[in-house]
């Protein structure tokens, strides 16, 4: 990357709009490859000034730690804060961590002006910019032994973070390092925010931009039951909208702000649920509070409802005693992955000797009716049954199939159709890896099962409740496994209801089920 000079700072310019100029500045002089490699996505300074706005004002000497700083906006706009508070101030360090060796001079240019600015109101500042990396260089703290537990000693006052965030592999040092605390595929988000909670003290307190994923699915199971061992929270903003966050680095992701304290520090069990469409009306949230214990669940899951609407659609779930495994119904993966089965994928039906089943993709699936065959390139629709493949195959009988992934500007998160084995005349049929199947092991589901089931997750009301709690484009089997269901009667009932009336449209389920739960007021606007 070419040199280039550093802005300087204009009169009387406030520290934390001259960081944000610097991290624009370095913006356009980085490839995008660049910031994709390093997860760097700078902070929009309404976003610093809203988190900085979380923290509890505290005086005396402060010790703040930013562990992705990049330039520094956040740290920055919250010591702004914190002085405006009008607390007596007099000393701060703050320990700031940036591995990028370009971005550094940029960051030591906004500390720099920072510290000036607060001499001149009679405070001390120190700061250090560690370029190691973050998780490795605090790695002692971090053990499979002692990670959460509450003899290791906590540093910092406040910790506040727009972590990297991007999925590590299981060759990585860090991943092997801090092996057995977070299952799955792990992201570097989470074990900053692991780290993070480590060095709380006891009146510490933890302000962290980060990617929605955390709240959900099995990956992230046992890293929730852990943070939140330490870590109570107080508030969890979300954003309505995916394309705002961080539109300058044209990032389009489902983040949430996070503010919590020490478990140490005796405070009440509320959390404020706040929500804004995006960044213009950060600064008017809506608000709800809850106990704690009513935002999570016994699977760690965290439900967010951001409005009286979605606290009902939570408590009418939660009174449902029924699930999938209950009512002896599974679901699981498809099992033909792409790039290992060309060798038995067709584009096109072959008589003679071959003997072919359908091979259903994710674009096959839409609500209530499989489009097939549906040629695309690369897509087959059909597999071959032979010895070699049948280790790809399921039985051809009734299944409800889901798509597992869902576009990031879907209307639907959930989208399954109904499949029956009386759809195509093949002892076997192909599902690729893409795509969950319902199914009733050592058995049948009945039509009407298949059908009233299939129509709840089409639901406007599944859809909303799936949306309080699931912050990923991707649709979790276990999560599916583990989500609370009607009495499977009350299923059937359902399923006869939509075949009797032959009008699978998502207007007519949506009535049904509004009639059938009382849900009138609920989705009338």
């Known amino acids: 990357m070419a040199k280039k000079n550093i802005i300087q700072p204009a009169k009387n310019e406030l520290p934390h709009h001259y960081a944000d100029r610097l991290g624009a500045e370095y913006t356009g002089i980085v490839?995008?490859?660049?910031?994709?490699?390093?997860?760097?996505?700078?902070?929009?300074?309404?976003?610093?000034?809203?988190?900085?706005?979380?923290?509890?004002?505290?005086?005396?000497?402060?010790?703040?730690?930013?562990?992705?700083?990049?330039?520094?906006?956040?740290?920055?706009?919250?010591?702004?804060?914190?002085?405006?508070?009008?607390?007596?101030?007099?000393?701060?360090?703050?320990?700031?961590?940036?591995?990028?060796?370009?971005?550094?001079?940029?960051?030591e240019a906004a500390l720099s002006y920072l510290k000036k600015w607060l001499a001149a109101k009679g405070i001390v500042f120190h700061f250090t910019i560690n370029t190691e990396d973050f998780i490795l260089s605090n790695i002692n703290k971090l053990t499979n032994a002692s990670l959460f537990k509450?003899?290791?000693?906590?540093?910092?006052?406040?910790?506040?973070?727009?972590?990297?965030?991007?999925?590590?592999?299981?060759?990585?040092?860090?991943?092997?390092?801090?092996?057995?605390?977070?299952g799955g595929q792990t992201n570097i988000y989470s074990l900053f925010m692991a780290m993070a909670?480590?060095?709380?003290?006891?009146?510490g307190q933890f302000l962290f931009i980060v990617p929605r994923s955390f709240t959900s699915g099995s990956y992230f199971k046992e890293f929730r039951k852990s943070f939140f061992k330490i870590v109570r929270p107080k508030q969890i903003h979300l954003f309505n909208s995916r394309k705002d966050t961080f539109s300058r680095d044209n990032v389009l992701q489902e983040t949430l702000i996070i503010k919590g304290v020490s478990r140490n520090n005796n405070q009440t069990d509320e959390v404020i649920i706040s929500s804004s469409h995006g960044i213009k009306d950060i600064t008017q949230p809506a608000i709800k509070v809850y106990s704690e214990n009513k935002f999570s669940s016994e699977e760690n899951i965290l439900h967010l409802p951001i409005n009286d609407?979605?606290?009902?659609?939570?408590?009418?779930?939660?009174?449902?005693?029924?699930?999938?495994?209950?009512?002896?119904?599974?679901?699981?993966?498809?099992?033909?992955?792409a790039f290992r089965s060309w060798d038995y994928?067709?584009?096109?039906?072959?008589?003679?000797?071959?003997?072919?089943?359908?091979?259903?993709?994710?674009?096959?699936?839409?609500?209530?009716?499989?489009?097939?065959?549906?040629?695309?390139?690369?897509?087959?629709?059909?597999?071959?049954?032979?010895?070699?493949?049948?280790?790809?195959l399921i039985p051809n009988k009734n299944y409800i199939l889901l798509r597992r992934f869902s576009a990031k500007d879907d209307k639907s998160r959930l989208i399954a159709a109904p499949y029956f084995s009386n759809y195509m005349d093949s002892e076997y049929i192909g599902v690729e890896n893409k795509v969950n199947y319902i199914y009733r092991p050592n058995g049948q589901l009945d039509r009407n099962e298949v059908v009233g089931l299939c129509a709840l997750l089409n639901s406007e009301l599944f859809d909303n409740y799936?949306?309080?709690?699931?912050?990923?484009?991707?649709?979790?089997?276990?999560?599916?496994?583990?989500?609370?269901?009607?009495?499977?009667?009350?299923i059937k009932e359902f399923g006869n209801r939509i075949i009797l009336s032959n009008n699978y449209s998502t207007e007519n389920i949506n009535d049904i089920i509004n009639e059938l739960f009382s849900l009138e007021e609920l989705f009338s606007e």
């Open 31 to 107: 490839s995008i490859n660049h910031k994709k490699v390093n997860g760097q996505f700078f902070t929009p300074t309404d976003i610093a000034k809203f988190m900085a706005s979380l923290a509890i004002p505290a005086s005396g000497k402060l010790q703040i730690l930013d562990p992705g700083c990049g330039t520094g906006i956040l740290s920055i706009a919250l010591i702004e804060e914190l002085i405006s508070r009008g607390k007596k101030i007099t000393t701060i360090e703050l320990a700031a961590y940036e591995t990028d060796l370009h971005l550094k001079p940029f960051t």
């Open 150 to 182: 509450s003899e290791l000693p906590h540093l910092f006052d406040f910790i506040i973070a727009n972590p990297p965030y991007f999925k590590l592999s299981k060759e990585d040092e860090r991943v092997k390092k801090t092996k057995g605390i977070i």
């Open 197 to 203: 909670a480590k060095l709380l003290n006891h009146k």
């Open 309 to 337: 609407n979605e606290e009902s659609i939570v408590e009418l779930f939660k009174s449902w005693k029924g699930s999938l495994n209950k009512y002896n119904i599974q679901i699981s993966t498809g099992p033909v992955v």
């Open 345 to 392: 994928i067709r584009e096109h039906y072959q008589n003679g000797t071959v003997f072919l089943a359908p091979l259903f993709w994710l674009h096959n699936i839409n609500k209530m009716a499989l489009e097939w065959p549906l040629l695309r390139p690369n897509k087959g629709q059909y597999i071959s049954i032979q010895p070699e493949s049948k280790s790809m």
């Open 466 to 490: 799936f949306r309080i709690f699931n912050g990923n484009v991707n649709v979790s089997a276990t999560e599916l496994r583990e989500m609370a269901l009607p009495p499977l009667g009350t």
